[in-house]
Each structure stands twice: as structure tokens, then as C-alpha cells.
């Protein structure tokens, strides 16, 4: 029997909970709140970006912004001349996640869309 002094439990909702970043239903967590597997991947990225060390642009030597492309690649770009410049194998990196896009809408589209 429940009493007045009953403490709510935390429970789960039947459908997740909501992340506490974008507000998807989820049942994953991240440092003890509810984060979507998306969110994970972001927070991931921009902590291994933080911690790479700053660059400087090959042709005019200013310094480069961290930027994340593709979802969870990291890539080094100058605000003064546009250039990017890509670590090892982070082309093959941003090349992977496009086709893994490419291939999963092309299975969405044929389950969606019967022959």
C-alpha cells in the first residue's frame, strides 16, 4: 500500500525517456541522463575535437576551426581562405557515412515503396 510519504521511483517510461538534448525517446543514457544514440555520437565528436591540438592553414598559416561533418568526423577548416584539410583517412571516413546514408535510404525507399 502506497502512503503519502511515497517517494516517486525512477522508472522508465514504456517508450524511454526523452534526451535531454533533442528530446527523442530513448532508452540509452549518457553520464546518468537520458541521451539518444545520435546526441552520444555528438557529444563523442566534439570532446575528441576539443581535444585535438589547433592547426594552422598550410597556405596562409592563420589558425583552423574544428568542424564536424557527416555526422561524427572531424575536420580542420580556415576561416580566412575556406580551405579544409582532411587527417588520415578522414575522407574515407565522411565517404563511408555517405554511402551508409545512400544505402539505408535506398532500403527505406523499397520497403516504402513496393516494385
Known sequence: MLGAAHEK?????????KCTRCGQRTR?????????EA???????????????TRLCPLDKTAMEKE????????????????????????????RSIELGAATAVIRGMSTYPI
Request: hydrophobic share 40%; charged share 30%.
Open 9 to 17: 521511483e525512477d522508472v522508465m517510461g514504456l517508450f524511454g525517456d
Open 28 to 36: 540509452n543514457a549518457y553520464q546518468d541522463a537520458p541521451t539518444c
Open 39 to 53: 546526441c552520444v555520437t555528438e557529444l563523442e565528436t566534439r570532446l575528441a575535437a576539443a581535444s585535438e591540438e
Open 68 to 95: 564536424i561533418v557527416a555526422g561524427s568526423v572531424v575536420i580542420d577548416r580556415c576561416g580566412t581562405c575556406k580551405g579544409v584539410w582532411l587527417d588520415d583517412d578522414e575522407l574515407g571516413q565522411i565517404r
